[in-house]
């Protein structure tokens, strides 16, 4: 744990290991109430000052991080992948996705801007400014290990705020890394703190009750995000909260529905199915369905699992036993209520996947809202297509979910890709695109999925407060 600017080691530890192959490759220290109590003494204390810094010295620390990040750009993804289980590529695309929220928000410190606003009073003047919320208390989640720190800290501390991160119990290594790579940048002592908890809810009851804490950051799943967002709220802290997803795909009479299946079966498959964006819910017009079927069929049968370290794997394995059964669940529970199932559908178990949590890559067609997949959020590689013939009543169903974080749509008519995206209740919509993110963009969720947004311009407004100065001349 980094408190302080120390390194606290003298504790009892939990066991770190790898999904690929229960190998334990690591220890971290389990924090004590004390230790989160210092950890948020320290982030209050370094606030005094920090506060005080000009946004230039802020912007140097976060540029300074991010060259360091990316000249350690291989070795944080190798640890990622040993890890997390994700292959070695997409580990080296998420430090760089990672990387680009320190650069992007390096210069939007810069543009924290304040405004003057004219007065009924002629002797009266109206100006802004804009403010650090204070001390911030963040949980990250382990699917994405380096850009969910990155994503909330980079916009904090370009802000003025001082934080003290909570990383995932299954990768608290990568935030170890993180934060080494942020000592080395030279930020305070305090500035940035992390303690490591194999019992979070210990941690997210001190960030939700103490008075220090004035912000709560959090991205994980909607269970744990409400438990969360209730405690905060009666303590009137500020949240952001990055949660579930359960993100409809809907491919229309008129677009190419092999290129639709190409693009699907790579977003779907990413990260083995653990994404909070990951298309959840294929709906195929009738016309489309034999042709998108067999492409998706095809291309999930080809997709490889192994080692995230040997190329041409792409498929890792899923964080742990109990993600496995759930998914396995739901796909039980589809197919009893009549899906069938066109590829997949087992847990893979030849040779040293016998170790892992590795589960095959899935399709399922005839997928109705009797199962139990079509409404719950699916964290693993399994793709179910529910066959529609009316677009008015696609986007019906394709909103018939709590969730509201991602949607993707495919068709090659305009006016049908424009009103599609006007109807669809979700924060992020890809149209003829399977990769709308980037740390210029807005990210987050409407509905149970989650409230404010990370990365853009906005990302840096969660963590400012207003102060509104009047002047009476
Ligand atoms: P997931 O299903 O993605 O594991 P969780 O919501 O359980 O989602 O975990 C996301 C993050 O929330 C992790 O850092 C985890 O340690 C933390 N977490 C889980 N339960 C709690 C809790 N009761 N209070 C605070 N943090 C929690």
């Known amino acids: ?22 190998e334990v490759i690591g220890e971290v220290p389990d924090c004590t109430p004390e230790d989160i109590d210092a950890a948020i ?28 990040m990316l000249s350690r750009k291989q070795e944080l993804a190798e640890l990622m992948t040993r890890e997390q289980g994700k292959p070695l590529k997409a580990s080296l695309n998420e430090v760089q996705y990672g990387a680009d929220f320190l650069l992007w928000f390096a210069e939007e410190s810069k543009r924290i801007n304040g405004q003057t606003i004219p007065s009924a009073r002629g002797n009266q003047r109206f100006i802004t400014q804009k403010v650090p919320v204070g001390v911030v208390g963040a949980i990250t989640p382990w699917n994405y290990p380096i850009s969910m720190i990155t994503r909330k800290l980079a916009p904090a501390l370009a802000a003025g705020c001082t934080l003290v991160l909570k990383p995932a119990e299954h990768t608290p290594l990568c935030a170890k890394a993180m934060a080494e790579v942020f000592e080395q940048a030279g930020f305070p002592a305090g500035v940035i703190n992390v303690i490591t908890s194999r019992d979070p809810a210990l941690v997210g009851e001190a960030f939700c009750t103490d008075p220090r804490i004035r ?5 994980g799943s909607t269970a744990v995000g409400k438990q969360l967002n209730a405690r905060a709220a009666a303590n009137m802290k500020r949240v952001s909260m990055e949660l579930g997803g359960h993100a409809p795909a809907i491919v229309f009479p008129d677009a190419d529905p092999v290129h639709a299946a190409k693009g699907l079966s790579l977003v779907k498959f990413l990260n083995t199915g653990q994404a909070c964006i990951s298309p959840n819910r294929i709906f195929v017009h009738k016309d489309q369905a034999e042709a998108f079927l067999a492409e998706l069929t095809a291309r999930a049968a080809r997709l490889k699992a192994g080692s995230g370290f040997e190329a041409g794997n792409s498929i890792g394995p899923l964080i742990n036993e109990a993600a496995l059964q759930k998914v396995d669940s739901q796909v039980q529970d589809a197919l009893a209520k009549g899906a069938t199932l066109h590829t997949g559908g087992q847990r893979l178990t030849d040779g040293e996947l016998a170790e892992g949590c590795f589960y095959a890559p899935t399709v399922l067609a005839g997928v109705t809202p009797e199962m139990k997949i079509y409404r719950e ?11 529609y013939s009316d677009d008015d009543d696609v986007l019906a169903m394709a909103n018939d979910t709590e969730y509201g974080l991602a949607a993707y749509i495919y068709s090659n008519d305009l006016s049908t890709a424009f009103k599609a995206f006007e109807a669809l209740e979700f924060g992020i919509i890809g149209i003829n695109d399977i990769n709308p993110t980037s740390a210029a963009a807005p990210f987050g969720g409407m509905k149970n999925s989650g409230l404010g947004r990370e990365g853009a311009q906005e990302g840096i407004e969660e963590y400012l407060e207003t102060k ?3 002047f009476a001349l």
């Open 41 to 68: 003494t320290a982030a209050s204390n370094a606030q005094k000052s920090w506060k005080q810094t000009t946004a230039y010295e802020r912007s140097g620390l976060l540029y300074r991080a991010w060259e360091i």
């Open 468 to 470: 509104l100065g009047g």
């Open 215 to 219: 912000k709560l950051t959090f991205t």
């Open 1 to 22: 744990m980094y408190i302080n600017g120390h390194w606290v080691t003298e504790r009892s530890h939990f066991p770190v290991t790898n999904p690929a192959n229960g």
């Open 377 to 387: 959020e699916t964290f693993g590689p399994v793709a179910p297509v529910v066959i």
